[in-house]
């Protein structure tokens, strides 16, 4: 397993931008398929969007598509995740998972399929 740290998260006017990061530790990043995720107030934790370990792949709920984008870079360790036209919505708090994959563009999501989570960071987007 790998340990996850996020950063990033703020308030933010709608209509605005932010950047997620999320940060892992040991030496075999590269091969774990990454996913955010997002549980606002009394709802479910929902899926926002993964990535492949190779980044060849990439996937997005509907609610973010075209408006969020997944990224990594595997010399950093770090995914992730550029939000732009922000909505009131979009308020949640955000994490980001990682799972071991042995092929280089498998994408999960579903939470359950995801081993190692990160702390969360909050997302605020005022209207």
């Known amino acids: 397993q790998v340990q996850l740290v996020e950063s990033g998260g703020g308030l933010v006017q709608a209509g605005g931008s932010l950047r997620l990061s999320c940060a892992a530790s040991g030496r075999t990043f590269s091969t774990y398929s990454m996913g955010w995720f997002r549980q606002a107030p009394g709802k479910e934790r929902e899926f926002v969007a993964a990535?492949?370990?190779?980044?060849?792949?990439?996937d997005y709920a509907d609610s973010v598509q075209d408006r969020f984008t997944i990224s990594r870079d595997n010399a950093k360790n770090t995914v992730y995740l550029q939000m732009n036209s922000l909505k009131s919505e979009d308020t949640a708090v955000y994490s980001c998972?990682?799972?071991?994959?042995?092929?280089?563009?498998?994408?999960?999501?579903?939470?359950?399929?995801?081993?190692?989570w990160g702390q969360g960071t909050q997302v605020t987007v005022s209207s």
């Open positions: 998972a990682a799972r071991k994959s042995p092929f280089r563009s498998s994408l999960y999501d579903d939470e359950r399929q995801y081993d190692s």
């Open positions: 990535i492949s370990w190779s980044g060849s792949s990439t």
